[in-house]
């Protein structure tokens, strides 16, 4: 009877352990993407500004298709929400609405995904480069989560995940605005 208590009592122990480690590990990852393309801001600002593009692209999808996708709110800019469904485990269902928009710099968004929130910002840097081009970048702002707190200290993992699925999207926006012949 006695080692029942001392394995129950060394799975809470764990447990309270690593709640109390996962409290100072801060609870939202960032991470930045970005790709250079050789196009016009206003001929790629539309594939950011308008969520019926993005799900061809979305970081969310991860190379699978949407179960649905629905756009509504607006006809494209602040105020627009896209709201999607999976059947793929590597997609992430949730929601996008466009919170701030500036012509054709950066559109900045509210997310869920899966019930965590998150903020994404989509930018287009212009007159940077010298060669010409110009550079799509994502930010996104990712909440891992509060109490437990245990949640935290898989944050590697996470930032990881998330970097690739910027990075695989960011490949589908180019080749989506080079077949489209928008890009030089």
Known sequence: MKWVIRIFG???GLFAIAAIIGFFVPSIITVERSKDIYSQPEDVFDYLSDLDNHEVWSPWRQGSEFQDYIVGGGDE????????????VNCQAGTQEITVLQYPEFVQT??????????????LMAGENSDGS???LIK????????????????LRDRSDLETRLDQSLASL?????????SN
């Not at 996104?140 to 944050?155: S, W």
């Not at 180019?174 to 928008?182: A, N, P, S, T």
């Open 174 to 182: 180019v080749k989506l605005i080079q077949e489209d012949g928008k």
């Open 134 to 136: 110009i550079t799509v």
């Open 110 to 123: 509210e997310l869920n995904l899966d019930g965590r929130s998150a903020e994404a910002t989509y930018a």
């Open 77 to 88: 800019g602040v105020g627009q929400q896209a709201v999607w469904t999976c059947i793929d």
């Open 140 to 155: 996104v702002d990712l909440d891992i989560g509060n109490f437990p707190y245990v949640q935290r200290l898989f944050k």
């Open 10 to 12: 060394s799975i809470i």
